[in-house]
């Protein structure tokens, strides 16, 4: 003969383990006992702005939190700025060479690699003790970066594998706009006495950004939300110290409500997880807003 384990009961509102005796009462939708402990499920609540409320205010993550923002912001700004000026460096190196066009063909093919696979081969790579990189260092300078327990370290290992993803697309787009550019000021420049620094700062850089500024923002604000190279390098980590909630040094807002959607300590927290994704769309459509203000993109060609 079989009983029912868990039963509730309507009067003191609260779900009872027939077989221990334990009582677990409601806690935001979760069935949880004195403990701790809860059971598998749960039930609809209205919470209103709570979530919010505490993604603002809650002292045992404000810390966490603010650092992971800081990184949040740092993290795309860094990346962009290393792809565009490495991919520019490169594009002007090659421009006139002879044979460009297959040495521009074997700078694309970390661009064609899946992200997925490259982000695996730089994480084996850095890897101790037996990655190539790890092992290199080693043997030439003694020791290694610890690429993954240290929280610097570990966002430049992130910053420089999203650069060998990241360089490509700048460098082919660059090509391409520095075609469009005349020849005739860089003559009259010269005539005018003009130096190769005096040139590049004065009238190539500004007729590039014309082309090429709101694709720099474009892919800021991808990598805001970047979480493949942030999850797939070293999900999130290292853990920070003391935190409330499953969070890391790496991790961005994105990462963060990732785990706390789904590895969360109390189970899934599916609504302030969701309320930090509302606050990340906010973000993003500001930014948005901000590249269709400061690059005219919403005015009506002459």
């Given at each position: 003969?079989?009983?029912?384990?868990?039963?509730?009961?309507?009067?003191?509102?609260?779900?009872?383990?027939?077989?221990?005796?334990?009582?677990y009462e409601p806690v935001l939708g979760t069935w949880t006992a004195s403990d701790g402990s809860t059971l598998p499920g749960?039930?609809?609540?209205?919470?209103?702005?709570?979530?919010?409320?505490?993604?603002?205010?809650?002292?045992?993550?404000?810390?966490?939190?603010?650092?992971?923002?800081?990184?949040?912001?740092?993290?795309?700004?860094?990346?962009?700025?290393?792809?565009?000026?490495?991919?520019?460096?490169?594009?002007?190196?090659?421009?006139?060479?002879?044979?460009?066009?297959?040495?521009?063909?074997?700078?694309?093919?970390?661009?064609?690699?899946?992200?997925?696979?490259?982000?695996?081969?730089?994480?084996?790579?850095?890897?101790?003790?037996?990655?190539?990189?790890?092992?290199?260092?080693?043997?030439?300078?003694?020791?290694?970066?610890?690429?993954?327990?240290?929280?610097?370290?570990?966002?430049?290992?992130?910053?420089?594998?999203?650069?060998?993803?990241?360089?490509?697309?700048?460098?082919?787009?660059?090509?391409?706009?520095?075609?469009?550019?005349?020849?005739?000021?860089?003559?009259?420049?010269?005539?005018?006495?003009?130096?190769?620094?005096?040139?590049?700062?004065?009238?190539?850089?500004?007729?590039?950004?014309?082309?090429?500024?709101?694709?720099?923002?474009?892919?800021?604000?991808?990598?805001?939300?970047?979480?493949?190279?942030?999850?797939?390098?070293?999900?999130?980590?290292?853990?920070?110290?003391?935190?409330?909630?499953?969070?890391?040094?790496?991790?961005?807002?994105?990462?963060?409500?990732?785990?706390?959607?789904?590895?969360?300590?109390?189970?899934?927290?599916?609504?302030?997880?969701?309320?930090?994704?509302?606050?990340?769309?906010?973000?993003?459509?500001?930014?948005?807003?901000?590249?269709?203000?400061?690059?005219?993109?919403?005015?009506?060609?002459?």
């Open positions: 003969m079989t009983e029912q384990r868990y039963v509730y009961d309507p009067e003191q509102n609260v779900m009872v383990d027939q077989a221990t005796g334990t009582v749960g039930f609809w609540v209205s919470v209103g702005l709570s979530n919010f409320t505490r993604f603002f205010s809650s002292a045992a993550i404000a810390l966490p939190l603010l650092s992971v923002t800081i990184w949040n912001f740092i993290f795309p700004f860094l990346t962009v700025m290393t792809s565009f000026f490495l991919g520019l460096f490169t594009a002007l190196l090659f421009n006139d060479l002879p044979g460009n066009r297959i040495i521009r063909s074997l700078l694309i093919i970390p661009y064609t690699i899946p992200a997925l696979v490259t982000i695996l081969i730089w994480r084996g790579m850095f890897t101790e003790p037996i990655g190539v990189i790890y092992t290199t260092l080693v043997n030439i300078f003694g020791t290694s970066p610890s690429w993954f327990q240290s929280p610097f370290w570990a966002k430049v290992g992130i910053l420089i594998v999203n650069l060998w993803l990241s360089y490509p697309y700048f460098m082919l787009v660059c090509s391409g706009a520095l075609q469009g550019i005349p020849q005739d000021i860089y003559s009259a420049a010269d005539v005018d006495g003009a130096n190769a620094w005096q040139k590049f700062w004065q009238m190539t850089m500004p007729l590039l950004l014309v082309a090429v500024g709101p694709l720099l923002v474009a892919s800021y604000v991808f990598n805001f939300n970047n979480f493949n190279v942030i999850y797939l390098y070293n999900s999130g980590g290292p853990p920070i110290v003391g935190a409330s909630t499953p969070i890391g040094h790496t991790d961005i807002l994105i990462s963060y409500v990732y785990k706390l959607a789904f590895a969360g300590s109390r189970g899934a927290d599916f609504g302030f997880a969701a309320a930090i994704s509302i606050i990340i769309f906010v973000v993003v459509i500001l930014i948005t807003l901000f590249q269709f203000r400061y690059t005219n993109m919403w005015e009506e060609a002459a």
